[in-house]
């Protein structure tokens, strides 16, 4: 196989600085210069689905990010790092793990499993002396039940806010905190109080969705978010600040995969994938740095594992990229790194899969989907999650684009996001930085589609993919998933709910699989809301009673940071990634009152 260069400067001199001077940090190597008494606190900030390039020292023109530009300033942004797979735990679990999508199996698909047996960075951390923490959303959503990870989030032990973990931390002892926030997961509906000066009207609009005020003002709310989360941010490093700790702290602020606009989260490209990062460790790093290298998450915990003088296990398939803070002329980076996904959301008929497999250099990306019968961003039919075309969450935009699928100004639109696509994808960067025109029949380009085709080739079988044996292997499609039914409508809801308060109704709601139950024993009136009293059953394994606000969705749906607080009568049940937004009740009857008093008035049960 030909080695792929560049068209540009060969590898080393893409490690571009723009630092003030080229001399930087490690006077030895990173591993031996992390001495016991060195060791650095390591903080991860994770923005849930901030895709590149939305912060202001990305060049994004609209959003305001001081804390994400600061820590670039201080230390190093990083214009080339990629998620490796374009789904929220899978992402996670690859950061966690250090090892490629493919290898972790239940943990390649979203709302799955976490194996027991996989070694993560935060594990190695503990076992060398660390204490590690995280709060708000760490691996997830999915199932870490196991006898290692038994109520202990692969991310390390959950707590309400960074300042509560550094309490319990001893004096001395080094930590490892990663906060994982919602933000700017949709609905867009958090930022309010962040807004700033965003206008709709500058907004930048890429050119795989319709520019149209719908899709301005989705991406503004978007952009409040990304400065909410920025914000958040900012208060975790000042409070390190006050406390003396922030030189010897290695911070790391970036998104765990794209956003979640058509071809962004559940798409192999670059607004799936490429994420804003950059990394701060006042101690070691030299400031204003610019480095272009290709990163993959892959390469995290190897790099973090590092920083803390622990030599990363042998089946982490990433690699350490402190050297390259080293500013070196001689310190050699891949031109190439890999992407792929497999099952996001459950929402195709059989519970299967959409595997791809891609490559991304600085000029190319190749897309590979392995089962192009399929339905990219779902079935057209709804099954099991989301809705129709459930890899793609409902947004306004979504919306938008599937009410006009038939009217020329949204066809196009439709066809990029939604339709079936070929067995082969080819973009050419340079003069498609957007990867909307598919080139992989051109003749012109025949001759780099066969090499970057033989690299992923290589790849998959240096890795152990499975599907470098079989690309149709099932295995992906038949791993369980946990995640939640999609709601139904409320009106149907209502349709067997009395409509004088003051009787008992008893509404029977069945999930469209065997396995999965969700009953409403009760219904209750609080001032203007419904609340109902629900009991899940999955599998005979688990059980919980919920009760939670009926207002446009049913109980089991559990928005987050809404404005009502959600609440679970017993703890028998891991809710993934809604988990740590819920509060814990043993007693309905206390809950009850409680709520009574929250709102100021009685609650009349319903009944028939
Ligand atoms: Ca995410």
């Known amino acids: 196989m030909k080695s792929i260069q560049p068209t540009g400067c060969p590898v080393p001199c893409r490690l571009l600085l723009l630092a003030v001077g080229l001399a930087v940090l490690f006077g030895n190597a990173p591993a031996e210069a992390a001495d016991q008494g060195a060791r650095p606190n390591i903080l991860l900030l994770v923005g849930d689905n901030w895709?590149?390039?939305?912060?202001?020292?990305?060049?994004?023109?609209?959003?305001?990010?001081?804390?994400?530009?600061?820590?670039?300033?201080?230390?190093?942004?990083?214009?080339?790092?990629?998620?490796?797979?374009?789904?929220?735990?899978?992402?996670?679990?690859?950061?966690?793990?250090?090892?490629?999508?493919?290898?972790?199996?239940?943990?390649?698909?979203?709302?799955?499993?976490?194996?027991?047996?996989?070694?993560?960075y935060p594990e190695l951390l503990r076992e060398h002396g660390y204490a590690t923490g995280y709060m708000v959303k760490g691996w997830g959503p999915g199932i870490y039940r196991g006898q290692k990870h038994t109520k202990l989030n692969p991310a390390g032990t959950a707590y309400p806010s960074l300042d509560a973990f550094l309490q319990e931390v001893p004096e001395g002892k080094p930590f490892c905190f990663w906060f994982g926030s919602h933000d700017p997961h949709q609905p867009w509906n958090r930022g309010d109080d962040f807004r700033g000066d965003l206008d709709p009207d500058q907004v930048d609009v890429p050119p795989y969705v319709p520019d149209h005020p719908v899709t301005r003002q989705a991406i503004t709310d978007y952009y409040a978010e990304v400065q909410r989360f920025d914000h958040e941010c900012g208060q975790m490093l000042k409070l390190l600040r006050q406390r003396g700790q922030l030189d010897n702290t290695l911070v790391i602020m970036l998104g765990d995969n794209g956003w979640q606009l058509p071809r962004g989260?559940?798409?192999?490209?670059?607004?799936?994938?490429?994420?804003?990062?950059?990394?701060?460790?006042?101690?070691?790093?030299?400031?204003?740095?610019?480095?272009?290298?290709?990163i993959s998450f892959e390469d995290i915990a190897p790099t973090l594992l590092a920083a803390a003088g622990i030599v990363p296990p042998a089946e982490m398939t990433g690699k350490d990229f402190l050297p390259l803070f080293s500013g070196a002329a001689d310190v050699s980076w891949r031109d190439a790194l890999f992407l792929e996904r497999e099952r996001h959301a459950n929402v195709r008929a059989?519970?299967?899969?959409?595997?791809?497999?891609?490559?991304?250099?600085?000029?190319?990306?190749?897309?590979?989907?392995?089962?192009?019968?399929?339905?990219?961003?779902?079935?057209?039919?709804?099954?099991?999650?989301?809705?129709?075309?459930?890899?793609?969450?409902?947004?306004?935009?979504?919306?938008?684009?599937?009410?006009?699928?038939?009217?020329?100004?949204?066809?196009?639109?439709?066809?990029?996001?939604?339709?079936?696509?070929?067995?082969?994808?080819?973009?050419d960067l340079q003069q498609d930085p957007h990867q909307v025109v598919n080139v992989a029949d051109q003749a012109k380009y025949t001759g780099i589609k066969n090499e970057l085709s033989d690299k992923l080739d290589v790849w998959m079988k240096a890795t152990d993919d499975p599907r470098a044996v079989d690309p149709r292997d099932g295995r992906f499609d038949r791993y369980p998933y946990f995640g939640q039914a999609a709601k139904a409508k409320r009106a149907d809801v209502k349709k067997g709910a009395p409509t004088v308060p003051g009787g008992r109704i008893s509404v029977a709601l069945e999930a469209?699989?065997?396995?999965?139950?969700?009953?409403?024993?009760?219904?209750?009136?609080?001032?203007?809301?419904?609340?109902?009293?629900?009991?899940?059953?999955?599998?005979?394994?688990?059980?919980?009673?919920?009760?939670?606000?009926?207002?446009?969705?049913?109980?089991?749906?559990?928005?987050?940071?809404?404005?009502?607080?959600?609440?679970?009568?017993?703890?028998?049940?891991?809710?993934?990634?809604?988990?740590?937004?819920?509060?814990?009740?043993?007693?309905?009857?206390?809950?009850?009152?409680?709520?009574?008093?929250?709102?100021?008035?009685?609650?009349?049960?319903?009944?028939?």
């Not at 600061?70 to 992402?91: D, K, N």
């Open 51 to 120: 895709a590149w390039p939305h912060a202001g020292a990305c060049g994004d023109p609209s959003v305001k990010t001081p804390t994400f530009d600061q820590i670039a300033r201080q230390g190093a942004l990083f214009t080339h790092t990629f998620c490796q797979v374009p789904s929220c735990s899978a992402a996670r679990a690859v950061l966690l793990t250090g090892q490629a999508s493919h290898r972790l199996e239940d943990a390649a698909n979203l709302w799955g499993l976490f194996p027991d047996h996989l070694t993560t």
């Open 265 to 294: 989260l559940a798409n192999v490209y670059d607004a799936g994938t490429r994420v804003p990062m950059a990394i701060e460790w006042p101690a070691k790093i030299k400031g204003g740095q610019e480095l272009d290298a290709l």
């Open 350 to 427: 059989g519970h299967q899969s959409y595997p791809c497999r891609a490559v991304r250099t600085d000029t190319f990306l190749y897309v590979r989907n392995l089962m192009p019968e399929r339905w990219p961003a779902g079935d057209p039919q709804w099954h099991w999650a989301v809705g129709p075309y459930g890899d793609l969450d409902n947004t306004p935009i979504k919306q938008l684009i599937l009410e006009g699928k038939d009217r020329p100004e949204f066809k196009p639109f439709f066809q990029l996001g939604f339709a079936k696509r070929p067995s082969e994808e080819l973009y």
């Open 512 to 608: 469209p699989a065997s396995n999965y139950r969700i009953r409403i024993e009760e219904v209750y009136d609080v001032g203007s809301e419904l609340w109902a009293v629900s009991v899940i059953d999955r599998q005979g394994d688990f059980g919980a009673a919920v009760i939670t606000p009926i207002r446009d969705e049913i109980p089991l749906t559990l928005p987050i940071n809404r404005r009502l607080k959600q609440k679970v009568i017993g703890k028998d049940w891991d809710w993934g990634e809604n988990s740590d937004t819920l509060q814990y009740v043993d007693d309905r009857a206390a809950l009850l009152r409680e709520i009574e008093q929250q709102n100021g008035r009685r609650l009349w049960q319903r009944s028939k």
